[in-house]
């Protein structure tokens, strides 16, 4: 399996970090994650001149520097290219969703946070995928939609975040 391969799996590194839209900075929480998501789809779909730049702080800023801090060397060359094409289907996805549903006065989305997965195995295929050698915290999220009507939003998915102060 690539190393995109694990990045598309949990969609890592979609970084929420405490990034601020319009001057407002979001906690590292569920709450946070929630308004933020709010945001972005409302910026998406007023057709905001900033909504590329609200999509656009959904991702981690110096991928480089990030990339060569946390992970082997072996991989620092790959996890940028294959992180920028990961981020670029999950913010395609959000302007998908605020394009789609957000038109609907019901449509609304939940943050809800999910039990950490069990760590890479260190023995077998999985010890050969890129993985945190240091100071990264992954937090996976169900975000869901509020709406009661089938028809105005997707169910759910599940999405995995890391913070980065």
Not at 31 to 48: H, M, N, P, Y
Not at 54 to 78: C, K, M, W, Y
Not at 114 to 142: C, M, W
Request: hydrophobic share 40%.
């Amino acid at each position: 399996m690539k190393s995109s391969k694990l990045i598309a799996i949990i969609v890592l590194l979609a970084s929420i970090s405490r990034v601020s839209i319009a001057q407002e900075v979001f906690p590292d929480s569920a709450e946070g994650l929630q308004r933020q998501i709010t945001e972005t789809i409302q910026a998406s779909i007023s057709g905001d001149q900033v909504a590329s730049g609200v999509l656009a702080s959904l991702g981690i800023p110096n991928l480089d520097r990030f990339f060569a801090a946390h992970f082997e060397p072996r991989f620092a060359t790959q996890l940028p290219s294959d992180y920028t094409n990961s981020l670029a289907k999950f913010q395609s996805h959000i302007a998908w969703i605020a394009a789609n549903f957000g038109k609907y006065s019901d449509f609304g989305l939940k943050a809800e946070a999910l039990d950490h997965p069990a760590p890479l195995a260190e023995v077998g295929f999985e010890s050969l995928l890129p993985k945190p050698i240091e100071g990264v915290t992954i937090e996976n999220y169900r975000l869901t939609s509020t709406s009661s009507d089938p028809k105005h939003g997707p169910p759910s998915w599940v999405s995995g975040f890391t913070y980065i102060d």
